[in-house]
């Protein structure tokens, strides 16, 4: 069984009564031992773009979302970042932001993107950024395979945002190197091709399991 959009992080009641279950939003406690979650990954309407040197990217810091669910963030980065070049804004509405093509260039144009929660745990832009070749810090994920040891920068709230923007963007050879290593990751544990050879493992492996 393949599950997709369960934004409450839950384990399905179907999951003892099939043979494997595949789901993105991982559970936050114990999950049977059939249950393998895998990475949202990112919206089928954002292109990938050309990943561009920290050099060539104009936009310091960039954020876009919805309000709902993330007051702590705009009031911790609403006066933040002073001199730098940022590009953060409140959609109206779901997907009544940027168009998906604007957005892929903002992405492809910043250096640090923002991944700030909704109403759950996992978010499109951890993931599309991390693709754009972004610096990402991104709230305090539900560890799981893909994200134990992943170049995210990893927050517990928004206060002193700012100072962990500027740690990142006074060293450059760093950033571009975390970047790199973000892109990396993002080809090797959570592309498309990535996830497919994940979940044919796991199927193998649990046949193998059984067949014993």
Known sequence: ????????????????????????????????????????????????????????????????????????????????FGDLRTDISKAPEFRKGLSPEDYADKLAQSKIALAPRGVSHETFRTYEALRAGCVV???????????????????????????????????????????AAGRQWWLDKCSPAAVANYMMGEIAARLLETQR
């Open 137 to 179: 810090i991104a709230q305090r994920q539900i560890p799981c395979w893909w994200t134990n040891g992943w170049p995210v920068i990893e927050v517990d709230d928004w206060l002193g945002i700012d100072d962990v923007v500027r740690a990142q963007l006074d060293d450059g050879a760093a950033m571009q190197e975390r970047a």
């Open 1 to 80: 069984m393949l599950q997709t959009s369960d934004e409450g992080h839950e384990v399905p009641a179907y999951a003892n009564d099939v043979f494997m279950t595949f789901k993105n939003y991982p559970p936050f406690g114990a999950v049977p031992d059939n249950l393998c979650a895998f990475p949202l990954g990112c919206n089928k309407d954002v292109a990938e773009l050309p990943a561009l040197g920290m050099g060539e990217r104009p936009i310091d810091v960039f954020f876009i979302g919805r309000k709902e669910f993330r007051d702590e963030f705009f009031a911790a980065t609403d006066h933040a």
